[in-house]
């Protein structure tokens, strides 16, 4: 689907990131010590520093951070941000949508309606377009986007296909309506007969049967054993339901055939070309998936940074703030044009023209400090065992 946007413009892009970092040569162990082994990696797949999270934070805390940042830097009346969205692959709760949690803690008013978005890499792309449809038809004149993950939590370390690859972190995004800005475009595809090539399993046994888990003891205990039984895998390690599942043949495939089309489709759409393109801002799958896509798609290594994904980790639906945060802003001149892609689950390419200008906030990419009321796992279950008691 081809749209086009003629009254939504980026007004600032913020980010922040766990301050744990780990760095390939520290995981040595798991490649029988053998740094030449290492070496070729980091030269060939980019493997370096990621970014991941401590127990217990969730992608609502990097999300409110984030937009807190942008709010403070920007300066902005939070009472005139009309609406939010909040992408995210891992809500704090199945209901109420986890926006609602992030619109008291950020102070927003009552008249700005708030929604989650179930969306993973192409995540930041989706929000962009939703937001801009808000703003076209007049009804928003301010929309804050929050996208955040945390795909290392729950990642085996031992699993070398993933663990590697994954980082943490969150972004917030402010979108405003103008009558002199730079035209949007976008390309939305989706191929939904590999949904099942990036999939977390269990969240289909918890949806379908947890009441029924919950209040028949002998069926808990017969699906928990199911669960928590030790699959051999063909790369060496065990897993188990609860782990994601990645498909990494039929994902690499749909990328290089799906990805590159699309760009070039949405590029041709906008009436431009690669010369007045000045990045590539492609999601930081890996560094040869983002240099073979971005060749595909007719540009020259210069222009397709695989900065992020080297020092940060692939940090899915937060991957091309990153970029734009780090290589974009240290490159930065009067309206530069960027082409940005996501791709993934689903799956899904969503591609996108945007124009940021030099007046765009850019947050240097920001550690996360728990904030004074941050609540532990322990505690929230203390919490609600008091509450459902009636204390």
Known sequence: MLNKFEHAKISGISVVVPRKEICIYDEAEYYENNVKKIDRMRKMVGFYKRRVSEDGVTPADYGIAAAEKLIEDMELDRSSIDALINVTQKPNWQAPATAFYIHKKLGLSKDSPAYDMNQGCPGWVYGLWNAAQMLESGTCKRVLLIAADTPSIGTNIKDRISAPVFGDGGCATLLEYSDNCEKFFFNMETFSNGYEAIITPSTFVSQR???DLLHKEEDFEMVLDMLKNRIQTPFGHTATIFDGYLDGIAVFDFTMERVPPNIRAVMEFAGVNEADIAYLCLHQA???????????AGFPEEKIPYYAFENYGNNTMVSIPTTINTVVKENRTDKMK?????????????????????????????????PADFITREEYIQYWTKKLKGE
């Open 286 to 296: 890996n560094k040869q998936i983002i240099q073979t896509v971005g060749i595909s």
């Open 209 to 211: 049967c947890h009441f």
């Open 338 to 370: 960027l082409v940005c892609s996501g791709y993934g689950n689903g799956l899904a390419v969503a591609s996108c023209v945007i124009t940021i200008c030099d007046d765009v906030y850019l947050s240097d990419i920001n550690d996360y400090e728990k």
